[in-house]
């Protein structure tokens, strides 16, 4: 993907939602977004509009696109729910998968979760392969959990579960790679590069909200 210095893509994630959407035309199947094969939204819904973003702490693009994406997030309506998967595609990224649901089960995941791109991708002081349970409680350690409790939480099977949970998800939408964007369990998003995928998202999410609106 083409990227553009942080500074414009975080001004562009700053204009509002709705503007967005309101500046491009409506997102055609196809070339914008797939429509999924088996639709429904990873969690319940409970009245929101769900936007999923799955991916991986192994993946570069993904951390490049962690700063846009979480200012474009920050911004959504309250009746929008963003929730970050984490891709389970085996190996190093099932570890981290893992990694990701031991942080919040031990409270530390929004803290977190941006600074452990960095220190995969910038700092290098995690392993990309091979990581193990004491290298990640030595590194959530800094967020104030102890290395036994994030050890066992890395262990349990509420984790195991979620990241199960996780992979499935990411087989039935048949996500091609990461990041991806999926809006209300019913669109893929596709898109040229990291702001046409928030363009796409932005337009589908409106016409989410105008649906729930005639129904």
């Known amino acids: ?12 994630a700053l204009l509002p939602l709705t503007a967005c959407a309101a500046d491009s ?11 999924i094969a088996e639709p429904g939204p ?19 693009h993904c951390a490049h ?20 998967v984490p891709a389970a595609f085996g190996g190093h990224w099932d570890a981290y998968a893992r990694a990701f649901y031991a942080a919040e089960q031990t409270g530390v995941l ?35 959990v102890q290395p036994q409790r ?7 099977d509420q984790v195991e579960e979620k990241v199960k949970a ?7 939408v048949k996500v091609p790679g990461t990041p991806a964007l999926i809006v209300n369990g019913k669109y893929l998003v596709k898109g040229r590069n990291f702001e046409d995928q928030l363009r796409i998202a ?11 609106r005639r129904r």
């Open 65 to 84: 696109f962690e700063p846009l994406l979480e200012v474009w997030a920050a911004r959504l309506p309250a009746d929008v729910r963003f929730t970050a």
């Open 202 to 212: 932005s337009a589908l999410v409106e016409r989410e909200r105008a649906a729930a």
């Open 110 to 144: 929004k803290r977190s979760h941006a600074d452990v791109f960095k220190a995969l991708h910038e700092q290098r002081s995690l392993p990309m392969q091979n990581v193990s349970p004491q290298e990640l409680a030595t590194f959530y350690a800094a967020y104030g």
């Open 150 to 156: 994030y050890i066992d939480a890395l262990r349990s």
């Open 1 to 12: 993907m083409r990227h553009f210095p942080r500074l414009f893509l975080l001004l562009l």
């Open 166 to 172: 996780a992979r499935a998800f990411a087989m039935r």
């Open 25 to 35: 035309a409506a997102p055609v199947e196809g070339h914008d977004y797939e429509a």
């Open 42 to 60: 990873f969690a319940p819904l409970a009245g929101k509009i769900e936007v999923v973003e799955v991916f991986g702490y192994p993946c570069i």
